[in-house]
């Protein structure tokens, strides 16, 4: 089955930086790549998502790019600010349709003032 | 718009007591659903999803069980809990022809 690892499992930035969350997955046929950002004690929410028929996606500070070759894919955070702080998932999905998504194990990502 | 409601919010079990949470989701017709665990400070993992009424696929063997007696209604039970099923259970759903995954509230369960 599929297999997505992420990195880092901690990221401490300075307020105003950048923050670069990097996922691999393993299995080829996977097509289907959203990140969740889950606050404490509260559900995960989609924040940003792409299709393998793309290689980048953004929507304001952030940004999504994948590299189908390599098969990894990373969230790019610019302009951190300290209501960013949260965990982030990455996930894969083979099936479109049925979408059983694969998880990393997240990153806990905290904005320095 | 869609909704999905799940509970209890918190629950505290004793070990071997019998369990069942509730998923309800309004607004949508036909939804694939899924229950995750999340232990403390870990990732998401997937232990049951249906793509229909009476569907279940399970992900991982465990003492739990998920059913859907209804097209927007997804439960997960236990006969007997261990201490290990202690998490967060969170309840999801996609549209028949997938997208984005919204995920419930949430059940905090302590297993004592």
């Known amino acids: 089955g599929e297999n997505v690892e992420q990195h880092p499992s901690t990221l401490s930035v300075q307020e105003g930086d950048s923050a670069v969350i990097k996922c691999t997955y393993s299995?080829?046929?996977?097509?289907?790549f959203p990140w969740y950002k889950q606050e404490l004690g509260k559900r995960p929410q989609l924040i940003i998502d792409?299709?393998?028929?793309?290689g980048e996606k953004k929507d304001q500070r952030i940004a999504v790019t994948l590299n189908k070759t390599a098969k990894h894919f990373s969230l790019h955070i610019t302009e951190t600010q300290p209501e960013d702080s949260a965990v982030y998932f990455c996930?894969?999905?083979?099936?479109?349709?049925?979408?059983?998504?694969?998880f990393g194990t997240g990153t806990g990502l905290t904005i320095i003032p | 718009s869609q909704t999905i409601h799940q509970w209890p919010a918190t629950l505290v079990q004793p070990v071997g007591s019998p369990l069942s949470l509730e998923c309800t989701v309004e607004?949508?017709?036909?939804?694939?659903l899924y229950w995750y665990r999340q232990a403390a400070g870990r990732g998401l993992q997937l232990l049951f999803y249906?793509?229909?009424?009476?569907?279940i696929s399970s992900e991982v063997p465990q003492n739990l069980s998920a059913s859907r007696p209804q097209d927007r209604q997804f439960i997960l039970s236990s006969k007997k809990l261990l201490l290990s099923d202690s998490g967060f259970y969170l309840c999801?759903?996609?549209?028949?022809?997938?997208?984005?995954?919204?995920f419930g509230p949430g059940t905090r369960l302590t297993v004592l």
């Open positions: 996930a894969a999905s083979i099936d479109f349709g049925n979408e059983k998504l694969t």
């Open positions: 999801a759903w996609t549209g028949t022809h997938g997208g984005e995954q919204f």
């Open positions: 792409i299709r393998s028929n793309v």
């Open positions: 249906s793509v229909g009424i009476g569907q």
């Open positions: 299995d080829s046929a996977s097509n289907y």
């Open positions: 607004g949508t017709s036909n939804p694939n």
